[in-house]
């Protein structure tokens, strides 16, 4: 008889891992609380316009070829990959713009009339992210640390001083350019890590290296494609999947989980579970009381990062100016990033992020009409911003900026509006005081350091997904499938 694995949750840890075992053998029943899969990576149908829930972008599309690789399948036939030109526009708090591409002489024309030089700089800042991604794909990402004797190696510990792990980012940043516009350039995107240049380790800088020289993938169909084809694959090869099941504790037996029993009360019996479910969320909730409380106290101690704010925004006209992808930066980031992150309060004058997708995939839009998903980043529930007081005068702050920024008279051009707090984070997804991207990713919180892909407490109970090894993101998730289904199979 095959062994039976039971996943709890559909999002594109779960699905994944699920396709993984049941190609080797197991058979594998998936458990998902919503009547989409995805979790957050998922589409959403708003009259007349197309939303991604969640992600707006792939990046490291070498992670998804392998999944299907792995398995005997090719991704090409099952999902188109439309390549967005430029990557993104960034508008700066004095109104300039960068148009970042994986075009290299056009970045160091535009590079250069910023600030003298940096054309150069942005080869060798390249050069050296290339070198840290590979290091850090290769000696820690990818594996699986079982103890920290396997992380904290001779050779591990040579990689991390060659690649100044514990050098912030933004110091590393502004070794190479001057001007705070560029150096802005290359370190936001650790918001959606949940943190703050200045407390992101220097290996972050591999983010602008993916997205220039892999570059920056959108999905025919919107991102909730890839995690429909993974629902195709998976029942393809055997996996039984079923949505509005949701999973009310899990049960055990001495050291080994039994199974899990449904809020209906049905019993789904399994000779391994693996939690899908937010980590935190599943310790807290669904794991047996005397099994996780030592885990819940460590739990507390973590740091949850950051939310976001969402718009969706249907409009009945098109704005010329925006890409597929844009982001407004603030006019002061420290005070932005200190609102955030430090002072935990929603920031006066927000970085906004734009996805216009119906720029690179029609199918996204009406004709001659725009679906805008608009997203600012904002602490995760803390007592501090009450949501159903705030949200309303948050979201006119948000079109004020985006109609200061070229986007006139925003607000008579909606015809179609949806509003997603921290708030509905929390109770859509489960996801620990509503955070959007997983728990942080700062030094304390990568590696081995991270919440463990099996549980101390439990032989048999395994973990995939944002808040735990190797990290949040698409292909980090995906990747992480990849982690447990190895820790499974050695286990059994």
């Known amino acids: 008889m095959k062994k039976t694995a039971v996943v709890v949750g559909a999002g594109l840890g779960g699905l994944s891992t699920a396709i993984r075992l049941q190609h080797a053998g197991w058979q594998v029943t998936v458990l998902e609380k919503n009547h989409q899969v995805g979790g957050r990576c998922r589409t959403v149908q708003q009259d007349e316009f197309v ?144 943190l703050a240049p200045h407390d992101a380790p220097s290996v972050y800088s591999l983010l602008p290296y993916t997205e220039m020289v892999e570059g920056i993938w959108h999905p025919r169909g919107g991102m909730g494609r890839i995690s429909e084809v993974l629902l195709d694959l998976a029942t393809e ?113 927000p970085s906004i992020y734009v996805c216009a997708a119906g720029r690179t995939d029609p199918s996204m839009a009406p004709v001659e009409k725009d679906a805008l998903y608009v997203l600012v980043p904002v602490s995760a529930l803390n007592g501090n911003i009450r949501w159903e007081r705030d949200a309303g005068a948050f979201r006119d702050r948000i079109l004020d900026k985006l109609e200061s920024s070229g986007l006139s008279d925003l607000r008579e051009h909606i015809v179609s509006e949806r509003v997603f707090t921290p708030e509905d984070f929390a109770t859509t997804y489960n996801t620990a005081r509503g955070n959007a991207f997983g728990i942080s990713h700062g030094f304390w919180q990568i590696g081995y350091m991270r919440p463990g892909n099996k549980a101390s407490e439990l032989d048999n109970l395994y973990f995939v997904g944002a808040s735990t090894v190797p990290g949040g993101g698409v292909p980090m998730v995906v990747i992480g499938s990849k982690l447990v289904a190895e820790r499974v199979r050695e286990d059994a």
């Open 51 to 194: 939303f991604d829930a969640g992600p707006t972008l792939l990046l490291m599309p070498d992670v998804l070829h392998s999944l299907f690789r792995s398995v005997g399948r090719e991704l090409d036939d099952y999902l188109e990959l439309l390549r967005c030109r430029p990557n993104y526009r960034l508008t700066f708090g004095d109104g300039s713009r960068l148009d970042v591409s994986s075009d290299m002489d056009s970045m160091s024309d535009q590079l250069d009339a910023i600030e003298p030089g940096s054309g150069d700089s942005l080869r060798r800042y390249l050069a050296d992210a290339g070198y840290k991604y590979r290091v850090a794909r290769k000696r820690f990402v990818e594996r699986n640390f079982r103890h920290w004797s396997e992380f904290l190696t001779l050779q591990n510990l040579y990689f991390m001083q060659k690649t100044h792990t514990l050098r912030n980012l933004d110091s590393h940043v502004r070794s190479y350019f001057r001007d705070p516009r560029l150096a802005l350039a290359f370190t936001f995107q650790t918001m959606y890590l949940g």
């Open 237 to 349: 090869l055997g996996a039984a999947v079923e949505t509005s099941v949701e999973v009310s504790r899990v049960t055990s037996q001495g050291r080994r989980v039994t199974g899990v029993e449904t809020l209906d009360g049905r019993l789904v019996a399994g000779d391994v579970l693996v939690m899908n479910a937010d980590l935190p969320y599943a310790y807290r909730h669904l794991l047996p009381g005397d099994r996780s409380r030592r885990s819940v106290r460590r739990l507390n101690k973590l740091d949850y990062g950051s939310s976001a704010f969402l718009l969706y925004l249907g409009l009945d006209r098109r704005y010329p100016d925006l890409v597929h992808h844009n982001a407004f930066l603030s006019t002061d980031p420290t005070e932005n990033f200190d609102a955030i992150f430090r002072r935990k309060e929603l920031p006066v004058d």
